[in-house]
């Protein structure tokens, strides 16, 4: 059963992919603008909110792929003293019992106020678009719940032993910051 | 019990940081904890909010642009091409090769403005080039973490972002103002270098070459690897600071323009451009979390008091501006032996903002200070993160003593340069109130 678990950490890798093709997309928006204002003098209605829709959506859909990977900065000069399994023990106590809980909570926060959205079809108030905003949230949400996932998936390998904190399981592996 | 929870704060925050847990989660649930004696069960809606607030502001979309651009140029191979082409100008000279790498490191920190990165990427084609003429391994230690910590003051820098969005300043004036600082910094670590090397030559030795290059070869080499990256960040940068562009626009201009040069260069290759890509959204996503809980800190921080606390603990002292910034520069630079730059800026700007306003600083005066300091204390031993990330890729023939001596002439550099800055605000100012006009 925990095999099988393990392997829905192809979830935060789904969402990484998405997330890349957001950044790739969010180049091109405001290429996009950019070009249109300054070559044809006509600034699209539409490029500030997709600019930051994009930015919020792909740092949470990225969240989960990072933490997978270790991209979140760990101060351990201190803590890498402790033995490897202390460390672990330490990891677990917080992922099962404070992170995992206030993430899941976001998400459930965010996932009520995504459904909201979607039913009322509720719309950007401020801005001249007035786009739809389900589908920020609904990213939002989406984002929260699978870092929720990877925070239990990594918390299971560190009571299994599998994985030292700081290092990514996968190859992947990079050094952040 | 209840008034005390600001303090109790940090207090938790740092032993949950000391602990080993990330950052960014180390914030967060400090704030949950905390956050349930105010706010109760309408706690994670609260919560909330700072994540949508985080996730909805235009300014922090340029973060992913910035690091794309720096991103792309390292991966592909532009990066060390430029190391070499900089090695043909500055090698012969006594230190060349630590020259070059403080060039790189500059040209690379206004590309990346991602800290730790810099330093990575350039020490691990500078070291093995520096352990080959038999440079002093003070000397390569300190080069190599007093260029990675440029990335803090030489624009366009993340840590600018950030502040300017928290502060609420414009980004585009705090960009200007940092700019005579960070040549500053560059023109006194270079001219230490010089000199050093100078009347100590086995300190840094100069590099014969095995054969002499021509002029004309050296103008081409010099042409492909040097001027793109150049024209490139100069356009960005100008762009930025005559207010042509918005920030973000500056920034997705920059990366389309390094993918360009790559392309042109045939280094783009597909593997190059998705490694970009996943260090890209890795590096967003581990700065944007701690946005999120350095917001959810301070607000709960503030509603629980916090701000009262520090501005009556201010008060009763009864101190003059120059006391008072002194304070705050001490707190600041006692922060950053532990905590990463986002988070000192995301803690520590919104208490202080109200501060110095009330004392009347010069907001970017005091940003400009700010930055300083936290590169300085980046570099400060015996916990600086510079040492840290120096350690993951030094040779293992160099020991921390040879790191911490090393770094010592640049911590008196950069305090140099905040002593200017404090002494002389115009080299602060000056470029700013340009804009204004």
């Known amino acids: ?177 | 019990m209840i008034e005390l929870i600001p303090l109790w704060m940090f207090i938790i925050l740092f032993v949950f940081v000391f602990l080993g847990i990330p950052v960014a989660l180390s914030l967060i649930v400090t704030s949950v904890v905390f956050g349930f004696f105010t706010f109760g069960d309408m706690l994670f809606n609260q919560l909330y909010g700072a994540i949508l607030h985080t996730a909805s502001n235009f300014t922090l979309s340029s973060i992913p642009l910035f690091i794309l651009m720096g991103a792309i140029l390292e991966k592909t191979g532009l990066a060390l091409r430029l190391f070499q082409a900089l090695q043909l100008w500055f090698g012969r000279l006594p230190g060349g090769l630590a020259l070059s790498t403080i060039v790189m490191c500059a040209i690379f920190a206004a590309a990346s403005g991602v800290v730790g990165a810099v330093e990575i990427v350039v020490g691990m084609m500078a070291l093995p080039a520096m352990a080959k003429y038999k440079y002093n391994k003070g000397l390569m230690a300190g080069t190599v973490c007093a260029g990675g910590s440029l990335g803090t003051i030489i624009p366009p820098s993340i840590v600018v972002v950030v502040y300017a969005s928290m502060a609420q300043l414009s980004i585009g004036q705090l960009f200007a103002a940092s700019l005579i600082p960070g040549v500053m910094m560059v023109a006194f670590f270079m001219i230490y270098m010089v000199v050093a090397c100078y009347f100590k030559k086995d300190l840094g030795p100069a590099v014969i070459l095995e054969q002499q290059v021509a002029l004309s070869e050296k103008l081409l080499i010099t042409a492909k690897a040097i001027l793109p990256p150049l024209l490139l960040i100069s356009s960005v940068l100008g762009s930025l600071l005559l207010g042509i562009a918005s920030p973000t626009e500056a920034a997705a201009v920059g990366a389309a323009g390094a993918a360009l040069i790559a392309l042109v260069f045939r280094e783009l290759s597909w593997p190059s451009f998705i490694g970009a890509l996943k260090t890209t959204i890795q590096i967003t996503a581990m700065i944007m979390m701690i946005v999120v809980g350095g917001t959810m800190f301070t607000s709960i921080f503030a509603v629980s008091g916090g701000g009262w606390m520090i501005v009556d603990a201010i008060n009763s002292l009864d101190i003059g501006v120059y006391q008072l910034t002194f304070i705050l520069m001490a707190v600041i630079f006692l922060a950053g032996f532990v905590l990463d730059w986002i988070s000192i800026v995301l803690i520590f700007v919104p208490i202080f903002t109200p501060l110095i306003k009330t004392a009347g600083i010069d907001p970017i005066w005091f940003a400009v200070m700010f930055m300083v300091v936290i590169q300085t204390s980046y570099l400060t031993p015996p916990m600086a993160p510079s040492i840290f990330y120096l350690k993951s890729i030094a040779p293992s023939d160099m020991t921390y003593r040879h790191m911490y001596q090393g770094v010592m002439p640049f911590v008196i550099l950069q305090l140099l340069v905040l002593l200017s800055v404090v002494m002389f605000p115009m080299a602060a100012t000056y470029l700013p109130s340009l804009i204004t006009n």
């Open chain 1, 1 to 177: 059963m925990n095999a099988l678990f393990l392997r829905l950490d192809g979830v935060s890798d789904l969402l990484a992919k998405i997330s890349m093709a957001m950044v790739v997309m969010l180049v091109a928006s405001i290429l996009y603008e950019v070009v249109s204002r300054y070559a044809f003098g006509a600034p699209t209605l539409w490029s500030f909110d997709i600019s930051y829709m994009l930015n919020g959506a792909l740092f949470l859909l990225a969240s989960g792929y990072s933490l997978k990977v270790e991209a979140h900065v760990r101060i351990d000069f201190l803590s890498s003293r402790l033995s490897l399994r202390h460390q672990q023990l330490i990891n677990l106590f917080f992922y099962f019992f404070l992170i995992g809980p206030s993430f899941f909570f976001l998400s459930y926060v965010a996932g009520e106020k995504a459904i909201s959205a979607w039913i009322t079809a509720e719309v950007e108030s401020v801005s001249p678009w007035s786009p739809l905003v389900w589908p920020f949230y609904g990213a939002i949400a989406i984002g929260l719940m699978a870092f929720t996932l990877q925070v239990y998936i990594d918390g299971i390998r560190y009571l299994q032993g599998d994985k030292t904190p700081g290092k990514s399981v996968t190859k992947d592996d990079m050094n952040h910051d």
